[in-house]
């Protein structure tokens, strides 16, 4: 059955693969037509979400396969393979397949009515049918269900004593009955809340899962609540579907694979580690500075940092760099795809926060290049004061000769760069219109450097769509939490504590961004993003402050969780690449200066707000 199940869900992932490029090239024809020829039409501007739709939806099946349901494995990392094993099976049976039956019932019934009453676009020109899309999202959850259950038989047969098993099942339903007692309400529900989430991330359940779950574990268990408050999840879900800021996701992911999977990185590391290696500390400063440009480019840190762990480390070891000095600006240059632009990051706080993501983009730019600046002074005198830790390297090769490689290197990604934000910030193209175009022009790119192959579209394609939908499953799981917190008073009790007990901007923003970098120790961006943005986004706004302004803290500040000791993912990125070249401790300690960086130049941009709109 599991192999069955294995094997089709395969088969719908190699479609939604095939469907992202398409997408990709779809909305490049279409932004062509009405740009250059005024053409262009209702009916196939719809058709782009709809693909947009089946791509991140029935992704979610193919992503549970391959395990890319992200999770804090600072702890499941080092449990046994029978521990593991039941950790899926108690996040399947109790997380995710509740859930999945409450939304299929809700998305069922959405899908009815809308068939019935033979819903059609409210656009004139627009699709006709439109239950077949509400259709493809009840029929994504019937997969994931499915998915899960193969999951369940998988690991059931990883584990030789099922007595480990019975008895981690018993607890949970032990837990379960316990609660239905009104036991959770003994105290305030939204620090249960909080807590059993939090206890479930750390222990390594998946994070999308985890908020999905809770969310629906607090509204059983609410005399006040009750399934009522989940009945309108798929109307929710199904106004993500239609978003069309969001759309640029996916298509930016699979930029970044294409420009990654075609050596562009590579071929960068090298030209600017020639190009800088002469001065003390400059294979550091060239990872940086092509750091940058995979930011600018790719906007993927786990690519950047493996990327550069590969190719850099070894050669800076080599040269008699400090371990230190080479992790820490390894990991941090590789997060820089956080804040300069086209962020995922950014993208995602325009559409939590209303914003528009161009406006974001500008806002980064200069904020981005000062943290650039702050890395390469640092570097610079560290390494000038500290001789032996970053050498100078002397090169053969006639320095004009150097400098031409490099120029021949670094043009054509620049211009691929200058093509993308540029028609953004000109407002000349959108951000869904700009990274389809970015998808076509990294592919031209990858044609010229001869490595436009099969074997790279496949890679590409398929990658994109299991990283897509996992951002997209979180943001579907944190919508229920969000609705289940808010009616539990969650949004009141924020607004009240920080208009009465703090009562003061400056102090909102101290706090707010010190509840983000505590959380970045624990929890990824996304999840910062999807949970508690909402609630710190109406204070704001009762504070009278910038929403830009505050939306570049809120990046800048999630960058730092990247890198902060014991869960950033940059450091698992790196040590993963790494691997027995250098030790966790060195790591550690290699980032300790960059993240001061990061709050520094966190504070340069509080103390001088109006350094976001030197761009206009």
Known sequence: MSYYIDTFTKKIGFLTAILAIFLALLIGYDATMRYLYSGGSIALQELEWHIFDAVFLFGLSYALKHDKHVRVDILFVHYSKETKAIVQILSMIFLLIPFALLFLNGSYDMMVQSYLQNEISSDPGGLSRRYIIKGVLFLAFVLLLFQAISEIIKAYQKIDSKRNLWLGIGGVVAFLLFSSLDLAFWTNPLWLMFSLTLFLLLTGFQVAFVFAGVALFFALISDELGLNVLAML???????????????VPLFILMGL???????????????????????GGL????????????????????????????????????????????????????LGQIIPPSIVLIVLGDQ????????????????????GLYILYILIFAFFNKEVAPAIPNDESYRTVVKEALKVIFPPLLLILAVLGSIFAGIASPTESAAIGVIGALLLAWINGQLSFELMRYSSIESVKLTSMIFMILIGATAFSLVFNELGGDVMAMEFFKDEVGDKWTFIL????????????????????????????????FSIDPIWFAVLIALNMQASFLTPPFGFALFYLKGAAGDMVTTGEIYRGVIPFIILQLLALLIVVLFPNIIYLLG
């Open 234 to 248: 798929p109307y929710r879900v199904y106004g993500i579907m239609g978003n069309v800021t969001l759309m640029s």
């Open 284 to 335: 550091a400063i060239s990872v940086v500075v092509v750091g940058a440009i995979l930011a600018a480019s790719t906007g993927i840190v786990g690519a950047s940092v493996v990327m550069m762990s590969l190719i850099a480390l070894p050669l800076m070891l080599k040269h008699n760099y400090s371990s230190g000095l080479a992790t820490g600006s390894i990991a941090a240059s590789g997060t």
């Open 258 to 280: 294409i420009l990654e999977k075609s050596k562009m990185a590579e071929n960068l590391l090298l030209s600017m580690g020639k190009l800088f290696g002469g001065i003390r």
């Open 511 to 542: 706090i707010s961004m010190l509840v983000i970098f505590m959380l970045g120790f624990f929890i990824d961006f996304i999840e910062i993003a999807f949970v508690v943005v909402p609630i710190l986004v109406p204070i704001a706004h009762s």
């Open 353 to 372: 926060m209303h914003l528009s993501v161009g406006d974001l983009f500008k806002a980064a730019v200069v904020p981005g290049l000062i943290l650039i």
